[in-house]
């Protein structure tokens, strides 16, 4: 019974309080470091935006469209990601550019 409840808590500290989001566009603009980032926030939760090493996480409310730009200081290929899931399970939206 104690086993259960320990993996109970993990499975929802890992995959169940992550948002789920739709619509999902990460892209570069105009040949700059900056990404623009664009979804829908479907179920509310928290969200990890992975650049290299580095990680941005904020928590998301349900809402029709959020969009917002940020910029690192990246050279060569990097890839940058949005962990979110997608029903039980985690997901992964990422896109890789070269700086």
């Known amino acids: 019974m104690v086993l259960v409840i320990i993996l109970g808590v993990i499975y929802n500290r890992l995959v169940l309080d992550y948002a789920v989001i739709d619509n999902v566009r990460i892209q570069r603009q105009n040949n700059s470091r900056r990404i623009l980032f664009q ?10 935006f ?27 290929n990097t890839e940058i990601a949005i962990h979110s899931r997608k029903w039980l399970f985690p997901h992964w939206d990422n896109k890789e550019f070269v700086f």
Do not use: P
């Open 39 to 48: 979804f829908y926030v479907v179920e509310a939760g928290r969200l990890d």
């Open 50 to 76: 992975n650049y290299e090493k580095a990680i941005l996480t904020d928590i998301k409310t349900v809402q029709s469209e959020i969009q917002f730009r940020w910029e690192w200081e990246a050279k060569g």
